[in-house]
């Protein structure tokens, strides 16, 4: 079966570096996304990688080991804005988006 | 631009009656999705759509019927609602579907069966 892992809730302090990990077992794979995820909003785009590596947005990064079946999204300099969930997702052989249940991020202050 | 609206907003409906949830997108992209998201569990595919005129079954449909008339409008139907439908619904839609592009999400229907 295809499966994506993460843990369930992170905590973290303001100002501070946090790294989100995700592994995941799919049918193929074309490729990993991050989103984020308000309370009560929709999940809105974070990062895409497809390659192995970093790639660097801002204060988010994301990195991908193809085999591992690993990545992870490291957020820096964390703002209270950034207490949401983080969802990792796998678009496997078929195109079709694979889904963790999210990580839940606790920011204190 | 709107993006991806949705309504209801939300919705209590009654075990057994039915319901279309409405989707629209101006962004002019050929694939849409429809999700549920239920506490635990992650995002899960009810049905899809690769362009206009054609569907298809995601992860769990049944009880879930679709149509796509045009490009904008994806709308989803419950025509027999039962408490296990219970859940946030998004829509999302991408430029394609037979690429790894980004899907964009719409704000949700909360719905409540009773």
């Known amino acids: 079966g295809q499966n994506i892992d993460q843990p369930t809730e992170m905590t973290a302090t303001e100002g501070a570096i946090v790294q989100i990990n995700c592994t995941y077992q799919t049918s193929g794979f074309n490729g990993l996304f991050w989103y984020q995820q308000h309370a009560g909003e929709a999940p809105t785009f974070l990062s895409y990688?497809?390659l192995d590596g970093l790639e660097e947005k801002g204060r988010f990064s994301s990195f991908l080991s193809r085999s591992k079946g690993y990545s992870y999204l490291l957020l820096k300099e964390l703002q209270m804005k950034d207490y949401a969930s983080y969802l990792c997702a796998v678009m496997d052989s078929n195109y079709q988006l694979i889904w963790g249940a999210g990580t839940k991020l606790i920011i204190k202050p | 631009t709107a993006g991806i609206t949705q309504a209801p907003t939300s919705q209590i409906l009654a075990a057994g009656r039915s319901m279309t949830l409405r989707c629209t997108q101006d962004m002019r992209h050929n694939a849409m999705y429809w999700y549920r998201q239920d506490l635990g569990l992650g995002l899960r595919l009810i049905h899809y759509s690769n362009t206009a005129g054609t569907t298809g079954k995601g992860e769990v449909p049944d009880g879930y019927s679709v149509s796509r008339a045009n490009t904008d409008d994806f709308p989803l139907t419950l025509a027999s609602a039962v408490p296990s439908q219970t859940s946030v619904y998004f829509c999302?839609?991408?430029?394609?579907?037979?690429?790894?592009?980004?899907?964009?999400f719409g704000p949700g229907t909360r719905l409540t069966v009773l």
């Open positions: 999302a839609s991408s430029d394609s579907r037979e690429v790894s592009d980004t899907q964009y």
């Open positions: 990688n497809v």
